[in-house]
């Protein structure tokens, strides 16, 4: 498969909490990974958008899941391409649902340009 960003990140949001897996591609179609747990205040979701930017990461994907992605990306869409995605084309594959792997799987779908965007009311 053809990687389609060489960096990005996959959230994982719940109500209190954030997950976050930075994927990076160096050289051919093995990635590294990078992840890190935020909480959902608004100092917090700074220091994940400062974390992105520290690690060259424009590119990030979460899912739609209630309303809890909202604050996460209204903070990020200035400076970074905010990929929401609906939450079935991200669990349409099995044996990946765990809190821990969600981030990740996420990540990796977006990163072969697996995950169609969802329609964002208000953006341009």
């Known amino acids: 498969m ?4 060489q960096t990005c990140c996959g959230v994982d949001v719940h109500k209190s909490f954030l ?12 990635p590294s990974y990078q992840k890190k747990r935020f909480s959902t205040f608004n100092h917090s979701i700074l220091q994940f958008k400062e974390w992105l930017l520290e690690n060259d990461c424009h590119d990030v994907c979460m899912e739609s899941t209630g309303k809890y992605w909202v604050p996460v990306f209204n903070l990020l869409e200035d400076e970074m391409n905010v990929t929401i995605a609906n939450p079935k084309w991200v669990k349409a594959i099995k044996g990946n649902k765990d809190d821990t792997k969600d981030s990740k799987w ?4 977006f ?6 965007g969802s329609y964002v009311r208000g953006r341009a």
């Open 2 to 5: 053809k990687v389609v960003y």
């Open 19 to 30: 997950v976050a897996t930075i994927i990076k591609t160096s050289s051919g179609v093995q």
């Open 106 to 109: 996420i990540g990796d779908l």
């Open 111 to 116: 990163r072969l340009g697996l995950v169609p």
